[in-house]
């Protein structure tokens, strides 16, 4: 099958700028064998890649990236790695009682995986963390999602903190907010520094792994072949582990949808400024309503910044213009302003656009689906844990490695075909517009 499109990521994701230049990338310039092929270096990858080096100590893994590693989505999202439900078309994140107990318990999973992982690679705090996290509201309509979302929690048994107007304030350093709901279990982490170090420790004699080598043919007579544009391997088993690309190689056609979400970074703050915003070191919020603004407070590597991401566009291309970014830079910087006005001479230094995948019917596009041939995508919007978990969990069914987890994810409907071009175009835009717009405050 020759691959239709190759990924391409709009604007500069800060959290990979503000890093330090990575070594210079090892690019696949001739064929190869090896025991398993992976492609895409992001969470469901690298995961992927992880679980097949333990399950097989002695096989040879190949992992091929088509650009560096973080500079894709997995450098491009907000950096929560949540447990609880978070279902964005929900009002509060919520949904039926019963399978939002399993989705917690297969998002555990995963921050236990990734826990593990940087616990073995000695991975910095700033990296990965278990801290929890807090969604955040900005008015009466966004406190009671909160309280409605504190309900649902309460009848899953599950820990939770209800914050005041107060202990919001302490916590930022601003007035913006109402209230806050506190819950324990997520990870936040810096993305493209976890993807990126997770890669390097990675890197042995049995994992190679090469950037900057996109996968244009993936085709199979008795083992499967993949060419790039200077090399190419060969294995008898491959994860694919592109996300939405898995249409790009043919799979999914008219079931999966591209939509891209938008980041802004900061410049590096200064001591005087970081005095007049108050508030706590390092915090992050999600926003009360699901569609609101999502803002981070960084500080370490690169200094201290604030992180502010909002808007969602579907664009079945998977791909959006500078230009859009731009256009929704002007958002940002609203919210921003709205949110620190003590920082009104703070400009943006970065901008992004990041691609998510979702599905009509919120469940994921997984499993094998040609002899040898296995597929992790669609984490609706939940990409860091979904995508740590379906990389796991495809290396383990490759390898014949039975699991409750495995069967409970494999038993999931498949995702429903969508409406029409247009119609997806125009009603999915429409509705995310309409989102917003109600969002109020929260945006």
């Known amino acids: 099958m020759t691959v239709t499109r190759l990924p391409r990521d709009p604007g500069i994701t800060g959290w990979n700028a503000i890093l330090p230049a990575p070594a210079p990338a090892e690019t696949l310039e001739e064929r190869i064998t090896a025991d398993w092929l992976v492609i895409g270096a992001g969470f469901a990858g690298l995961a992927a890649t992880r679980r097949l080096a333990q399950l097989h100590p002695g096989d040879r893994i190949v992992l091929l990236e088509a650009t560096r590693v973080g500079e894709g989505p997995a450098g491009r999202n907000s950096g929560f790695m949540i447990d609880l439900p978070h279902d964005l ?58 309280l409605d979302y504190a309900a649902h929690l309460s009848a899953m048994h599950e820990p939770h903190e209800m914050l005041d107007a107060a202990q919001m304030r302490a916590l930022t350093g601003i007035e913006y907010y109402q209230s806050g709901l506190y819950t324990p279990g997520a990870a936040i982490m810096q993305p493209a520094m976890f993807v990126r170090d997770v890669a390097t420790r990675l890197r042995s004699n049995q994992v190679r792994i090469y950037e900057n080598s996109p996968v244009t043919d993936l085709k199979r007579n008795g083992d499967w072949t993949a060419d790039t ?33 938008y980041g802004s970074m900061t410049r590096a703050l200064t001591e005087g400024e970081c005095e007049m915003l ?29 992180i502010v991401r909002n808007r969602f566009t579907y664009d079945p291309s998977m791909e959006v213009s500078d230009r859009r970014v731009s256009r929704v830079g002007r958002d940002h910087d609203a919210a921003f302003a709205a ?55 495809m290396a383990e069914m490759a390898s014949g490695q039975p699991s409750e987890l ?28 309409w989102g917003e717009h109600k969002a109020g405050r929260e945006f």
């Open 89 to 146: 078309a929900s009002d509060d994140y919520g949904g039926a009682l019963d399978s939002d107990k399993a989705q917690t318990r297969a998002n555990r999973a995963a921050i236990r995986f990734a826990s593990e992982m940087a616990e073995e690679y000695d991975l910095s705090d700033e990296a990965f963390a278990v801290t929890g996290k807090t969604n955040a509201a900005a008015s009466a309509k966004g406190h009671q999602h909160n």
């Open 339 to 393: 949110r620190f006005p003590m920082l009104k001479d703070v400009e943006m230094q970065y901008r992004w656009g990041g691609r998510l995948c979702l599905s009509w019917n919120n469940v994921p596009a997984l499993g094998e689906r040609d002899d040898g041939l296995f597929i992790a995508s669609c984490q609706n919007g939940l990409g860091v844990a979904k995508g740590t978990l379906h990389g796991m969990l």
């Open 278 to 306: 108050g508030g706590e070191a390092i915090w992050g919020v999600t926003p009360a309503d699901p569609m609101g603004t999502t803002v981070r407070r960084i500080s370490g590597t690169g200094g201290t910044r604030i």
């Open 229 to 261: 544009p200077k090399g190419a391997v060969s294995a008898p088993r491959v994860i694919l582990a592109v996300n939405g690309h898995a249409n790009s190689f043919g799979h999914f056609q008219g079931q999966l949808m591209h939509v891209f979400t």
């Open 406 to 433: 495995l069967d409970d994810v494999l038993q999931q409907d498949a995702p429903k075909r969508l409406p029409p071009k247009p119609l997806t175009y125009v009603g999915a835009n429409a509705v995310m517009r």
